[in-house]
Nanobody, 124 residues
């Protein structure tokens, strides 16, 4: 089992920044690719970003490319999502997820473990 706990969400004005953290415990963190997903009210959960087990490769949704950065610190068992230039449409509950594959899938249904989510609200 892997337990994931997100933090860092909140209310921010458009154009502002937030950094989300996801702390993992349980099994060896470095053995899991990590992903960030988000779900807005009335919408399906969507892919935001993912990072390879060793942090050597990342991938982003087109909607966040150039604004968000995913990173991980395997010594601290934590994955981060730095979000800059936030837009109203970024408002959602953000979830981190862990998958035992090396690269990590894009499909949320393929992830093994999920955190409880953290709310990000962007205001005008």
């Amino acid at each position: 089992q892997v337990q994931l706990v997100e933090s860092g969400g909140g209310l921010v004005q458009a154009g502002g920044s937030l950094r989300l953290s996801c702390a993992a415990s349980g099994r060896t963190f470095r053995n899991y690719a990590m992903g960030w997903f988000r779900q807005a009210p009335g919408k399906e959960r969507e892919f935001v970003a993912k990072i390879r087990r060793d942090g050597g490769s990342t991938s982003y949704a087109d909607s966040v490319k150039g604004r968000f950065t995913i990173s991980r610190d395997n010594a601290k068992n934590t994955v981060y999502l730095q979000m800059n230039n936030l837009k109203l449409e970024d408002t959602a509950v953000y979830y981190c997820a862990a998958d035992s594959s090396f690269w990590g899938p894009l499909n949320p249904n393929e992830y093994d473990y999920w955190g409880q989510g953290t709310q990000v609200t962007v205001s005008s």
